[in-house]
């Protein structure tokens, strides 16, 4: 696990404002509030839930708010491991665009169906 980052002087919460896709201040003011209750100390912690279309950047904006709050570097979404794991992450295929080449990697190793 990484250490949190130390905080510099004279920034400002609302530099983070052009990186969430948040229509309106008390939306981004709910976001920053989750930030400060994700830093207290002890429980209840709060969940973020996020809504939206599909490709609004809900996952881009639950990782950004993620690496503030928490520094482990595990991914949102691992790759899948088997045949079957991937055609249920179908649907998200391309969030896995990056990583093709693996993918060609992981299918060689798959067993030949109905072979």
């Not at 209750?37 to 809900?58: D, F, W």
């Not at 649907?91 to 190793?109: D, G, M, N, Q």
């Given at each position: 696990?990484?250490?949190l980052?130390?905080?510099?002087?004279g920034?400002?919460?609302?530099?983070?404002?052009?990186?969430?896709?948040?229509r309106?201040?008390n939306d981004?003011v709910?976001a920053?509030?989750?930030?400060l209750?994700?830093l207290r100390?002890?429980?209840?912690?709060?969940v973020?839930?996020?809504?939206?279309?599909?490709?609004?950047?809900?996952?881009?904006?639950a990782?950004?708010?993620r690496?503030?709050?928490?520094?482990?570097?595990?991914?949102?979404?691992?790759?899948?491991?088997?045949?079957?794991?991937?055609s249920i992450?179908?649907?998200?295929?391309?969030a896995?665009?990056?990583?093709?080449?693996?993918?060609?990697a992981?299918k060689?190793?798959?067993?030949?169906?109905?072979?």
């Amino acid at each position: 696990m990484l250490p949190l980052p130390v905080a510099a002087r004279g920034g400002s919460i609302s530099a983070l404002r052009p990186f969430l896709n948040v229509r309106t201040t008390n939306d981004f003011v709910l976001a920053v509030a989750w930030l400060l209750a994700a830093l207290r100390n002890c429980g209840p912690y709060p969940v973020l839930v996020l809504s939206g279309e599909q490709g609004s950047a809900k996952s881009t904006a639950a990782a950004m708010l993620r690496a503030l709050v928490d520094p482990n570097t595990a991914p949102l979404r691992a790759l899948p491991r088997d045949e079957r794991n991937l055609s249920i992450a179908s649907v998200a295929l391309t969030a896995f665009a990056p990583f093709a080449s693996r993918f060609a990697a992981l299918k060689a190793k798959w067993p030949c169906q109905g072979r």
